[in-house]
């Protein structure tokens, strides 16, 4: 089965400042990646999936972006912080060789990042 | 488009008694559906999930859910109450290619 980890776990930056999460996954090759993001009080809110390397799809315009530059490795970035980025933000995956609907995403433990 | 409407942004029930968390959904296609538990500062679990199979679903730690398309409702219950299920529960759809739209989540709260 599928093990995905995120780090840093928690972060405290100031506005203005970039921003780096990393996003690993073991046990699955050529998975499904996505960026979720959850605002104090909201729900989750897809940001990007990559169903590739080097494949990214963005779900809402920001001013944050991501990355996979390889098969099991999703990063999401920032070049300047706002305080609107603060939040919990989740990777999860779909492992490979499922198709449509039917498929169950797999979340990581998630980072704590608060803006200041 | 697919959507899904979670009835009660929070629930109290007292430990041992039954739990009832509701939620409708509307899709395009013939859906999967599943709940999700997330406690304080952790990343989501997967409780359960529908796929078209049975339309009862049994789920872990004793969570079940029913699937009624002509009510459009996959409500989530467990017959008993524990202290350890206080937490944030999300219903969610999945639409082609594996995107997920999810609730705005339920926060149940157990009291002894």
């Known amino acids: 089965s599928q093990t995905i980890h995120q780090w840093p776990a928690t972060l405290v930056q100031p506005v203005g400042s970039p921003l780096s999460l990393e996003c690993t996954v073991e046990g699955t090759s050529n998975p499904n990646l996505y960026w979720y993001r959850q605002a104090a009080g909201r729900g989750l809110q897809l940001l990007f999936y990559?169903?590739?390397?080097?494949?990214i799809s963005s779900e809402v315009p920001q001013n944050l972006s991501a990355s996979r530059p390889q098969d099991r490795q999703f990063i999401l970035s920032s070049k300047k912080l706002l305080l609107s980025d603060s939040g919990f933000y989740l990777c999860a995956c779909k492992p490979s060789g499922s198709q449509g609907t039917r498929d169950t995403q797999y979340f990581g433990p998630g980072t704590r990042l608060t803006v200041l | 488009a697919q959507s899904v409407t979670q009835l009660d942004s929070h629930v109290s029930v007292s430990e041992g008694t039954p739990v009832l968390l509701r939620c409708n959904y509307s899709?395009?296609?013939?859906?999967?559906l599943f709940w999700y538990v997330q406690h304080p500062n952790k990343g989501l679990q997967l409780l359960l999930k529908y796929t078209s199979a049975a339309t009862l679903v049994k789920g872990i730690n004793g969570f079940e859910a029913e699937f009624k398309k002509s009510e459009t409702s996959f409500h989530l219950t467990k017959p008993s109450a524990h202290m350890s299920d206080a937490a944030e529960y999300f219903c969610?759809?999945?639409?082609?290619?594996?995107?997920?739209?999810f609730g705005a989540g339920t926060q149940v709260v157990v009291t002894p």
């Open positions: 899709s395009s296609y013939s859906p999967s």
């Open positions: 969610v759809v999945s639409s082609l290619w594996g995107k997920l739209q």
């Open positions: 990559s169903v590739g390397i080097g494949q």
